[in-house]
């Protein structure tokens, strides 16, 4: 993506991240599709969501979307790879702790059920779509947009 336009719609992408708690996420199970509105939460440029039950054994892939709101124009979507993180896993520990943190400052309940489960989604291509325009977008562009320190210092050290 040409710079220029990444520097007009990064913004956008940072805001939906801060201002949504919640996403749906699109799965295809063994016959059909299944839509679920999962608590989210980013760390290093992936996607964990949290589900009440395990959409299918045998996900792989899944979609993911953010809404600002519903009078809203401005989506991000992503097609991803998916993977479910295990209660024994330390990384099951820490994003359970992220997102309880999360839920509490947006004074939400968060139900750690015995049937729940946790998905990583390592996004592999998405858009953004505002009002009146549509930028497809790499999984380096939502790391540039997320940590943009993290990108100059990288840029720097080269």
């Not at 946790?118 to 939502?142: W, Y």
Request: with cysteine; net charge positive; glycine share 4%.
């Amino acid at each position: 993506m040409p710079e220029n336009i990444f520097k007009q719609i990064s913004p956008e992408i940072l805001r939906l991240h801060r201002q949504t708690l919640h996403s749906l996420l699109a799965t295809q199970g063994c016959r059909d599709c299944e839509i679920h509105h999962a608590v989210y939460i980013t760390l290093n440029g992936l996607y964990y969501v949290w589900l009440p039950d395990m959409p299918s054994a045998h996900l792989s892939r899944a979609g993911i979307l953010l809404i600002e709101d519903e009078t809203s124009h401005t989506r991000l979507s992503w097609i991803a790879d998916t993977r479910r993180i295990h209660r024994q896993d330390n990384l099951y520990r820490r994003i359970s702790s992220a997102l309880q943190r999360r839920m509490l400052r947006a004074k939400e309940k968060f139900h750690q059920a015995a049937d729940s489960h946790l998905l990583e989604l390592t996004p592999r291509q998405g858009r953004l779509t505002t009002a009146d325009k549509d930028f497809p977008l790499s999984p380096h562009d939502l790391l540039k947009a997320l940590y943009p320190a993290s990108h100059k210092l990288g840029e720097f050290a080269l």
